[in-house]
């Protein structure tokens, strides 16, 4: 029968709708099953990724130590090497004649700088010190017998080569640098018995001089402080 409206009602399959319910959550579960193997496959990338950045890490700080010991290893044979050669012109003294007895009466040196004798029971502080003003001479000498490389220079030697050694001293321990208004040389390294003059900071002699006697084998007490000893007025 027609409605009043003169349409024909229409009615829904309940089978229909439950299909279409069906089909919706089967729909939604492979929804979440990709959104869930999207979120795992993302996760095992990022796990895979800090894994390898890790890794590689450790790697790299591995190689970057391993070079930094091989540099070193280097540096040590080349210094060895140094060491085994002469510094051509320098002075040499016999280490067994010079005194080493610990006084506090002035002494007289037979060299200007001196490079060894008798001397006071304190030293100077020779930790990569620069003074600005003459040492006593005692007192330096008690450096040198701790193994330090005394530098000295006078009036003759130009500021750029002073400013330059001031400031290879200041970075080396076991060294110390002052001013000797009478010395012969415009520019003079000592040793423990030795003794170079050069007229340059660069001369290849000073680094070698450096290299050879700084606590080197001509050192009367290799170890022994180069701090807490008399310090600049």
């Not at 700088?113 to 003003?133: A, I, Q």
């Not at 008690?142 to 500021?159: D, I």
């Not at 084998?217 to 007025?233: D, I, M, V, W, Y």
Request: hydrophobic share 35%; net charge positive.
């Amino acid at each position: 029968m027609a409605s009043k409206s003169g349409r024909t009602p229409q009615h829904t399959d309940p089978n229909s709708r439950q299909a279409r319910i069906a089909e919706m959550r089967r729909a939604e579960k492979a929804r979440e099953r990709r959104n869930k193997a999207i979120a795992i496959t993302v996760s095992s990338a990022v796990v895979v990724g800090l894994v390898g950045f890790g890794a590689w890490v450790l790697i790299d700080q591995k190689q970057t130590e391993q070079r930094k010991q091989e540099a070193a290893e280097q540096l040590r044979k080349e210094a060895e090497e140094i060491r085994k050669k002469p510094v051509q012109g320098e002075q040499l003294w016999d280490a067994k004649k010079l005194g080493r007895n610990h006084v506090e009466t002035p002494v007289k040196y037979e060299m200007n700088p001196p490079v060894g004798g008798d001397h006071h029971p304190r030293w100077m502080n020779c930790n990569g010190d620069v003074y600005k003003t003459p040492l006593p001479e005692v007192n330096a000498v008690h450096s040198l017998e701790h193994g330090a490389v005394w530098v000295t220079y006078n009036e003759k030697a130009a500021p750029a080569d002073v400013d330059k050694l001031a400031a290879t001293v200041g970075k080396t321990p076991y060294t110390l640098m002052s001013p000797v208004k009478e010395q012969t040389g415009s520019i003079m390294l000592s040793a423990w018995g030795k003794q170079l003059t050069v007229d340059s900071a660069d001369d290849p002699r000073v680094k070698q001089f450096f290299t050879k006697y700084v606590q080197g084998e001509q050192t009367p007490e290799p170890g022994a402080a180069c701090t807490n000893g008399l310090a600049a007025k």
